[in-house]
T-cell receptor
């Protein structure tokens, strides 16, 4: 069983739709990252969360530590948001590195 | 904005050969990491490096792998005798505090 589970695995939506990607984890964590990976492979950290909610532009990330669940929301989605979105957790001290989910492949159609 | 730089972007090597993947982390960062992503699979942790030594390593990071910070700026991953299953994208990352991450753009290693 994967320690970090994401849903959905694939999501196709129309431009302008509100997008939600979910992440559940089964281990104790000290922080959680939402990452974006574009075709060609580069990875960018969008958010790091240890509690509550963060917002950056059209992106919002929330985390519920008690329920071991996090969500990434995209408002007013745009084709340029098409990418793989990955949830990754820091389990103990940061030297442990990140434990990754399998990612959600998002396609926004014009 | 500071970047993590990885070279080469793509390397093709013959099975059994040694390869060295290079990374230049952000200069004031203290923690350095290598990850790999086999095509179509999730990203996996290989090793973390702090204070000039390995902090943690995964079971993937066996004796054929080694890391070095030879000159205070570069951070290298050496694979001693490559196998077909080592074909993957290898990502370097650095962090000032082991929480905030900056990733490099990756090296695609193809073993033939």
């Amino acid at each position: 069983k994967n320690e970090v589970e994401q849903s959905p695995q694939n999501l196709t939506a129309q431009e302008g739709e509100f997008i939600t990607i979910n992440c559940s984890y089964s281990v104790g964590i000290s922080a959680l990252h939402w990452l974006q990976q574009h075709p060609g492979g580069g990875i960018v950290s969008l958010f790091m969360l240890s509690s509550g909610k963060k917002k950056h532009g059209r992106l919002i990330a929330t985390i519920n530590i008690q329920e071991k669940h996090s969500s990434l929301h995209i408002t007013a989605s745009h084709p340029r948001d098409s990418a793989v979105y990955i949830c990754a957790v820091i389990r103990g001290g940061g030297a442990d590195g990140l434990t990754f989910g399998k990612g959600t492949h998002l396609i926004i159609q014009p | 904005e500071p970047e993590v730089t990885q070279t080469p972007s793509h390397q093709v090597t013959q099975m059994g050969q040694e390869v060295i993947l290079r990374c230049v982390p952000i200069s004031n960062h203290l923690y350095f990491y290598w990850y790999r992503q086999i095509l179509g699979q999730k990203v996996e942790f290989l090793v973390s490096f702090y204070n000039n030594e390995i902090s943690e390593k995964s079971e993937i990071f066996d004796d054929q792998f080694s890391v070095e910070r030879p000159d205070g700026s570069n951070f290298t991953l050496k694979i001693r005798s490559t196998k077909l299953e080592d074909s993957a994208m290898y990502f370097c990352a650095s962090s000032p505090d082991s929480y905030g991450y900056t990733f490099g753009s990756g090296t695609r290693l193809t073993v033939v």
